[in-house]
């Protein structure tokens, strides 16, 4: 069985500052996992994704995430936050075929204070 | 590029109806998902469906719930008695397997049950 911890609820930050999501895993099997986001009204949009390849992931937006297997982590992070990253992002895992249901996390709200 | 669209984008109705919510996968994709979204929670797993039949569903998939590719191109999730803690926002995913491990979202209906 796969679950996600997100450890923050509500994160906020000023433009320009480092923004970190921070989530931690469990998985039975070798996980992918991903990070996708939520603007107001609109679907979920995927950042970005690993899947056993690099554990240093590069997804859209300047947004980066690492894999530690040792700390079941996959943080989110990005050097300096802009306004329109305003939005709730959702840290996901799913058993290491990507057919599998994905298991999402309960959210984090980034709020970006101008 | 293409995507995946689910109609339509709002649906009230009252409890005790009947409804269906509609999406178009993306034409080549295999594997076909709803995932809902109750208004402040965590995006929830329903079903998968792959071959003309459900491969996977959740506790939350009861009798109410029924899951249809009527054409080969629409698919298609029905509530068949709408109870109010069936509002939600109702997303459709699909997959095709490969390098990507991507399962694309629908922007979502939004269910709402007076």
């Known amino acids: 069985a796969q679950s996600v911890t997100q450890l923050d609820s509500h994160v906020s930050v000023s433009e320009g500052t480092p923004v970190l999501l921070r989530c931690n895993y469990s998985?039975?099997?070798?996980?992918?996992l991903f990070w996708y986001v939520q603007h107001p009204n609109k679907g979920l949009q995927l950042l970005l994704k690993?899947?056993?390849?690099?554990?240093l992931v590069k997804g859209i937006n300047g947004f980066e995430a690492e894999f530690k297997k040792s700390e079941t982590s996959f943080h989110l992070t990005k050097p300096s936050a802009h306004m329109s990253d305003a939005a709730e992002y959702f840290c996901?895992?799913?058993?290491?075929?990507?057919?599998?249901?994905?298991?999402f996390g309960k959210g984090t709200r980034l709020s970006v204070i101008a | 590029e293409p995507e995946v669209t689910q109609t339509p984008s709002h649906q009230v109705t009252q409890m005790g109806q009947e409804v269906i919510l509609r999406c178009v996968p993306i034409?080549?994709?295999?594997?076909f998902y709803w995932y809902r979204q109750i208004l402040g929670q965590k995006v929830e797993f329903l079903v998968s469906f792959y071959n003309n039949e459900i491969s996977e569903k959740s506790e939350i998939f009861d009798d109410q719930f029924s899951v249809e590719r009527p054409d080969g191109s629409n698919f298609t999730l029905k509530i068949r008695s709408t109870k109010l803690e069936d509002s939600a926002m109702y997303f459709c995913?699909?997959?095709?397997?490969?390098?990507?491990?991507?399962?694309?979202f629908g922007p979502g209906t939004r269910l709402t049950v007076t």
């Open positions: 995913a699909s997959y095709l397997p490969g390098p990507a491990y991507e399962q694309y």
């Open positions: 034409s080549n994709h295999l594997y």
């Open positions: 996901v895992v799913s058993a290491h075929s990507g057919n599998t249901p994905l298991v």
């Open positions: 998985s039975s099997y070798s996980p992918s």
């Open positions: 690993y899947t056993s390849a690099a554990t």
